[in-house]
T-cell receptor
Framework: EPEVTQTPSHQVTQMGQEVILRCVPISNHLYFYWYRQILGQKVEFLVSFYNNEISEKSEIFDDQFSVERPDGSNFTLKIRSTKLEDSAMYFC????????????FGNGTRLTVT | AQTVTQSQPEMSVQEAETVTLSCTYDTSESDYYLFWYKQPPSRQMILVIRQEAYKQQNATENRFSVNFQKAAKSFSLKISDSQLGDAAMYFCAYRSATGANSKLTFGKGITLSVRP
């Protein structure tokens, strides 16, 4: 069964550094998302992306965050200057259709900011 | 904005027994989709079951079934014949049927433990 893949599985970075989290969505999916989950807490929406544009973003997704689909397969989340509170699990998801299909999630990237 | 509420933070069930996890949501929309996701200790998010709001029939997937009460805005998950592998965090989620790219909105989740 096709999967969403995320790399790396764990990223450790120092406060103030830039990080790029990478995702390869399922190949025939057109709708892409990033979520984050602070340890043991709620899964929070960050951003949705379709047709090379951001469809929606949350309050969390401020100017420090950006997303890109640099080629036909990758979907990346960049955090320009990481803060301690950015430490979380980041999930990429993709969906075949705009609403009447489930989101398929990757295994996540655990980001630790020291 | 839509909200999803899971008021029970934890539940426990004896192996082979049945357990029901509660979820309520708030929306002004008439058409939408509801999901239950499972998150085991590996932290992966796994789709368990989904329900289309326009369908009156409750969805079932093997040992998993839902009780969807649209008027009450309630969407509970029933796990029958509970197994040790069912121990996980379970998230209820809502997806609007309008808009160009509809996100999932999650509840806070419930931690289910299964006693052998």
């Amino acid at each position: 069964e096709p999967e969403v893949t995320q790399t790396p599985s764990h990223q450790v970075t120092q406060m103030g550094q830039e990080v790029i989290l990478r995702c390869v969505p399922i190949s025939n999916h057109l709708y892409f998302y990033w979520y984050r989950q602070i340890l043991g807490q709620k899964v929070e929406f960050l951003v949705s992306f379709y047709n090379n544009e951001i469809s929606e973003k949350s309050e969390i997704f401020d100017d420090q965050f950006s997303v890109e689909r640099p080629d036909g397969s990758n979907f990346t989340l960049k955090i320009r200057s990481t803060k301690l509170e950015d430490s979380a699990m980041y999930f990429c998801a993709s969906s075949e259709r705009a609403y009447n299909s489930p989101l398929h999630f990757g295994n996540g990237t655990r980001l630790t900011v020291t | 904005a839509q909200t999803v509420t899971q008021s029970q933070p934890e539940m426990s069930v004896q192996e082979a027994e049945t357990v029901t996890l509660s979820c309520t949501y708030d929306t002004s929309e008439s058409d939408y989709y509801l999901f239950w996701y499972k998150q085991p200790p590996s932290r992966q998010m796994i789709l368990v079951i989904r329900q289309e709001a326009y369908k009156q029939q409750n969805a079932t997937e093997n040992r998993f079934s839902v009780n969807f009460q649209k008027a009450a805005k309630s969407f509970s998950l029933k796990i029958s014949d509970s197994q040790l592998g069912d121990a996980a965090m379970y998230f209820c989620a809502y997806r609007s049927a309008t808009g160009a790219n509809s996100k999932l909105t999650f509840g806070k989740g419930i931690t289910l433990s299964v006693r052998p």
